[in-house]
T-cell receptor, first 109, second 114 residues
Framework: QQPVQSPQAVILREGEDAVINCSSS?????VHWYRQKHGEAPVFLMI?????EQKGHEKISASFNEKKQQSSLYLTASQLSYSGTYFC??????????FGTGTSLTVIP | NAGVTQTPKFQVLKTGQSMTLQCAQD?????MYWYRQDPGMGLRLIYY???????DKGEVPNGYNVSRLNKREFSLRLESAAPSQTSVYFC?????????????FGPGTRLTVL
């Protein structure tokens, strides 16, 4: 039930864009996105619920395609502060969800 | 508000020793969770408590026990530590157990079992 994230790692230069994908083999109730800096706790970015909505948070946005059972996180005009590991968490049952293995994002000057 | 707090921050155990990891939240949340994080494995749910007085197993419960002491506190106990339990442990809480509520994480406990 663990979602699959891709890519596993990505290196960007400041100002470049990136897309992180999260897919599940089962129908989804919701998708969470979190970012974790090295040695720190994961921090919430956004939640997407059934309905194919798209959300935005500054230059970070996400989409949720219910039919394809997947979500994508979009980072535009990346900044050094975006570096970290991004996790998606997906819920198949309405009560419990599972985190993906993470995507390591490194932004270099 | 402190949010979610965990103690201790670091711990080294010998195989077979026992210990309890403590977690507390001051956000009046109903649901609390224990995760372990291993390199390349992401966050895996050990146990969760949807509300005070209830606990349920997650993905990887073997070798652990939990206690929801009250609404604020949720502890994780290792009865007989094994090297495979070397990991970073995170406690989290959310307003309810429904997945439309975000989770707030504590700073983590780094546990090494020799």
């Amino acid at each position: 039930q663990q979602p699959v994230q891709s890519p596993q790692a990505v290196i960007l230069r400041e100002g470049e864009d990136a897309v992180i994908n999260c897919s599940s083999s089962k129908a989804l109730y919701s998708v969470h996105w979190y970012r974790q800096k090295h040695g720190e706790a994961p921090v919430f970015l956004m939640i997407l619920l059934k309905g194919g909505e798209q959300k935005g948070h500054e230059k970070i946005s996400a989409s949720f395609n219910e039919k394809k059972q997947q979500s994508s996180l979009y980072l535009t005009a990346s900044q050094l502060s975006y570096s970290g590991t991004y996790f998606c968490g997906t819920d198949n049952t309405g009560n419990q969800f599972y985190f993906g293995t993470g995507t390591s994002l490194t932004v270099i000057p | 508000n402190a949010g979610v707090t965990q103690t201790p921050k670091f711990q080294v155990l010998k195989t077979g020793q026992s210990m309890t990891l403590q977690c507390a939240q001051d956000m009046n949340h109903n649901s609390m969770y224990w995760y372990r994080q291993d390199p390349g494995m992401g966050l895996r749910l050990i146990y969760y408590s949807a509300s005070e007085g209830t606990t349920d197993k997650g993905e990887v419960p073997n070798g652990y026990n939990v206690s929801r002491l009250n609404k604020r506190e949720f502890s994780l106990r290792l009865e007989s530590a094994a090297p495979s339990q070397t990991s970073v442990y995170f406690c989290a809480s959310s307003l309810t157990g429904k997945s439309y509520n975000e989770q707030f994480f504590g700073p983590g406990t780094r546990l090494t079992v020799l």
